[in-house]
């Protein structure tokens, strides 16, 4: 087994939609990134690729490359899931917290974990989202965008204990 973490973080822009977890949510403003800026779904790829000792988000899809600009971040994930099942490994369980003063998240947290169980091939009892503020602290308590936290925990499959032997 292996454990990994990931954190993201943006700033929020106008003109964007806000989407989270593959959800898009009515606010007047979306975040800021090269990609959809889907802070939630960047923070669970990194806590992914953190677990099977594969870099970061950055490393795999870098924000300069022009193939990324836009993206759907739930087309990110799809691929670090491919990484990993390259590499033998299948998700145990995602644990997520969300950092934002708004918007309410918790009536959209049931979509988000669909969504993320659908993309990463697990039962939806295995991909948990807690969505909490910081009652006005920081950059998130001001309303100046969202964070996110993610840990993911990985089991080698069978092929993967078979080589490690």
Request: hydrophobic content about 45%; glycine content about 10%; overall charge negative.
């Amino acid at each position: 087994m292996r454990i990994g973490q990931g954190y993201d973080a943006h700033r929020f822009a106008a003109g964007r939609p806000l989407v989270l977890g593959g959800v898009t949510i009515d606010h007047p403003y979306g975040l800021a990134a090269h990609s959809d800026g889907d802070v939630l779904i960047h923070a669970v790829c990194d806590a992914l690729l953190g677990a099977a000792a594969l870099r970061d988000i950055g490393h795999h899809f870098p924000d300069s490359s022009d193939e990324f600009a836009g993206i759907d971040s739930r087309r990110l994930l799809t691929r670090t899931r491919e990484l990993l099942s390259g590499e033998g490994w299948v998700l145990g369980n995602l644990d997520v917290t969300v950092v934002a003063q708004a918007p309410r998240l918790n009536p959209h947290v049931e979509a988000m974990c669909r969504n993320l169980a659908s993309d990463l091939y697990c039962a939806r009892d295995q991909v948990n989202i807690k969505a909490t503020t910081t009652e006005g602290m920081g950059f998130a308590g001001r309303g100046e965008g969202i964070a996110c936290y993610a840990v993911a925990l990985l089991i080698a499959s069978a092929a993967t204990s078979a080589r490690a032997d």
